[in-house]
């Protein structure tokens, strides 16, 4: 017989599965673009410098195209390349009728300006979300390509059934590729957002609140379980590597939290395969497809 004093522990999103699911999807919806209209969706990849972990990331997205049926290419710049010469070879793959999305792998070489040369990217082929363009259209509620991760976060709330609506949510952090437009999704699905950061004093009073809590600030472990309201919905975009310890650490402290929240991504394999299946359902849809 069960110990009805035992404590639960949180159901865990699996961005691993939910991801495949999707996966599938897309392939399926890849099949129908090419025996409906004749067209292959195709992934540019812009790589410039040497940063190991790009190489990585890229690399896996070129696979992924591939398992889903969709075609890629990898065009580099060294780490010397100058502002014009990135710029132009943006401008060229928006010209290229055969490329349906861009994508610019970041961080940049720190000589480069990268806001001008996300946003030398065509709306219409900006499948990773990020230029200033596509973040004004997320403001002001106008169509564009989300960005990735954010938009895996709320997909996966979607597939688990997390009801968004009338929620306090709190985003703990304020990048421009997470943080924010995370929070302004939240928002544009009608929940009342926070936006905390890791100069907030007294972080905890607004976790606590928080029916959804989305850690993005980069700093291990900062989220603990007594910072957690009993029965939220946890999502930790945190990825730090930790100095004597294997693998990624998330931003929210796992074994604490487990036994708080109602519902805690884990890391690895709960936000991150998101980002890349929302990568490639971007370039379905930028190829006309669905």
């Given at each position: 017989m069960s110990d009805i004093n035992a404590p639960t522990e949180a159901i865990l999103l699996d961005g691993n599965a939910t991801a495949k699911t999707i996966r599938v999807e897309i392939a399926a919806g890849v099949k129908r673009l090419q025996a409906e209209k004749g067209i292959t969706p195709h992934l540019a990849a812009v790589l410039m410098g040497n940063d190991p972990a790009s190489e990585t990331y890229v690399a896996m997205k070129e696979r992924m195209c591939t398992r889903v049926g969709m075609t890629s290419s990898l065009h580099r710049l060294g780490n010397d390349c100058t502002q014009a010469q990135a710029e132009e070879l943006v401008r060229g793959l928006n010209a290229d009728p055969n490329v349906s999305g861009i994508l610019v792998q970041h961080p940049l070489p720190k000589h480069l300006h990268e806001p001008a040369i996300l946003d030398c990217v065509?709306?219409?082929?900006?499948?990773?979300?990020?230029?200033?363009?596509?973040?004004?259209?997320?403001?002001?509620?106008?169509?564009?390509?989300?960005?990735?991760?954010?938009?895996?976060?709320?997909?996966?709330?979607?597939?688990?059934?997390i009801a968004i609506e009338g929620k306090r949510a709190v985003v703990v952090g304020r990048s421009i590729i997470l943080g924010k437009p995370v929070a302004m999704m939240l928002l544009n699905r009608n929940a009342t957002v926070t936006i905390c950061h890791s100069r907030t004093p007294n972080l905890a009073e607004y976790t606590r609140e928080a029916d959804i809590l989305v850690a993005a600030v980069g700093r291990p472990e900062l989220i603990t379980g007594d910072m957690i309201k009993p029965g939220a919905a946890v999502l930790d975009a945190g990825y730090n590597r930790v100095e004597g310890r294997q693998g990624d650490v998330g931003d929210v402290e796992f074994e604490t939290a487990k036994r708080v929240a109602k519902y805690l991504t884990p890391v690895p394999g709960g936000v991150g395969p998101m980002t890349i299946a929302m990568l490639l359902r971007n370039t379905l849809r930028a190829a006309g497809g669905s």
């Amino acid at each position: 017989m069960s110990d009805i004093n035992a404590p639960t522990e949180a159901i865990l999103l699996d961005g691993n599965a939910t991801a495949k699911t999707i996966r599938v999807e897309i392939a399926a919806g890849v099949k129908r673009l090419q025996a409906e209209k004749g067209i292959t969706p195709h992934l540019a990849a812009v790589l410039m410098g040497n940063d190991p972990a790009s190489e990585t990331y890229v690399a896996m997205k070129e696979r992924m195209c591939t398992r889903v049926g969709m075609t890629s290419s990898l065009h580099r710049l060294g780490n010397d390349c100058t502002q014009a010469q990135a710029e132009e070879l943006v401008r060229g793959l928006n010209a290229d009728p055969n490329v349906s999305g861009i994508l610019v792998q970041h961080p940049l070489p720190k000589h480069l300006h990268e806001p001008a040369i996300l946003d030398c990217v065509a709306w219409e082929k900006d499948v990773d979300g990020i230029s200033t363009g596509s973040l004004g259209a997320l403001i002001n509620g106008e169509p564009a390509f989300p960005s990735c991760t954010p938009a895996g976060i709320i997909e996966l709330m979607d597939r688990y059934g997390i009801a968004i609506e009338g929620k306090r949510a709190v985003v703990v952090g304020r990048s421009i590729i997470l943080g924010k437009p995370v929070a302004m999704m939240l928002l544009n699905r009608n929940a009342t957002v926070t936006i905390c950061h890791s100069r907030t004093p007294n972080l905890a009073e607004y976790t606590r609140e928080a029916d959804i809590l989305v850690a993005a600030v980069g700093r291990p472990e900062l989220i603990t379980g007594d910072m957690i309201k009993p029965g939220a919905a946890v999502l930790d975009a945190g990825y730090n590597r930790v100095e004597g310890r294997q693998g990624d650490v998330g931003d929210v402290e796992f074994e604490t939290a487990k036994r708080v929240a109602k519902y805690l991504t884990p890391v690895p394999g709960g936000v991150g395969p998101m980002t890349i299946a929302m990568l490639l359902r971007n370039t379905l849809r930028a190829a006309g497809g669905s």
